[in-house]
């Protein structure tokens, strides 16, 4: 009988344990930061993996320039760094790192709910941005003034915007449009301003639940279709950097990224999933 009972608890042990290693209650922490362009879409990512993951503890940081992440990578700070454009994918595998693309999303000009316009010409958005335009009446919408937002033009949103939109490239941005620094910022700023419009992605338009609407470009839908077949063209890429060998924490992470599952997230908040 002892024998017996010894033996369930055994088994109710190496049972425990396995459930344990299946649902990730290892107490595993991983410490994300970067790009903040690339952060909503790795926030919903690492949100679902948790709710599966319960014992991994997902830190995201608030947003690292394209140096400073890698260092902080290659000194072990973090333990994935979220990047996008202009990546030296050589001079980071030489650094014992290695970029793994997640997906491709398209970059819009977002509008406030509280405009009614579902579509601009590239004319239209360079006169917004010159003042030219002032209230939303001149594109056939009813009255309410234009509010419009950009990026630093260091900025991926406002590189792709400008090289794709001829008449963006060397417009002089006047003092009065407001300047968002951060991907969040311009998230928050369309959401609660009357009126406004700017650069910003297809996830955070996903992500905001009615609050910002994306705007076609020259009667082209920045849809998943557009992106992936290129009638779309303004879009950014979205990249995790690890190191090379990563830990088993952050591998596990990285294959449900680009499991069924992972993909479906990535498509659920707006995005193409890599192939």
């Known amino acids: 009988m002892k024998i017996h009972c010894k033996s369930q608890m055994i088994a109710l042990f190496v049972g425990l344990a396995w ?107 360079c006169d917004i941005y010159s003042q030219k335009l002032k209230n939303w009446n001149e594109v056939g919408s009813p009255e309410l003034a234009i509010a419009p937002h950009t990026r630093p033009d260091t900025e991926v949103d406002a590189e792709v915007v400008r090289a794709k939109i001829g008449c963006l490239k060397d417009l002089r941005i006047p003092e009065s449009v407001a300047v968002m620094p951060k991907g969040g910022d311009m998230a928050k700023g369309l959401a609660a301003t009357s009126g406004a419009i700017g650069m910003t992605t297809m996830t955070v338009v996903k992500q905001s639940r009615g609050q910002i609407r994306q705007v076609s470009l020259n009667g082209i839908a920045p849809s998943a279709e557009n992106v992936r077949s290129g009638t779309y063209a303004l879009t950014r890429d979205s990249f995790l950097v690890t190191q090379a060998n990563p830990s088993a924490a952050v591998a596990k992470f990285l294959a449900f990224v680009r499991s069924p599952a992972g993909e479906q997230i990535i498509s659920a908040n707006g995005a193409v999933p890599a192939k």
């Open 19 to 125: 459930s344990g290693a299946m649902y990730g209650q290892t107490g595993d922490t991983i410490v994300v930061d970067g790009s903040t362009g690339v952060r909503p879409l790795v926030a919903a990512l690492a949100k679902a993996y948790q709710e599966g993951n319960p014992g991994v503890d997902m830190e995201i940081g608030k947003g690292m320039g394209t140096k400073t992440r890698i260092r902080a990578l290659a000194e072990g700070k973090i333990d994935i760094a979220m990047a996008s454009h202009g990546l030296n994918v050589e001079d980071i595998t030489r650094q014992g790192m290695a970029v793994h693309e997640i997906a491709k999303v398209a970059v819009v000009f977002g509008v406030n709910a509280s405009v009614a316009a579902t579509g601009l010409a590239d004319s239209q958005i």
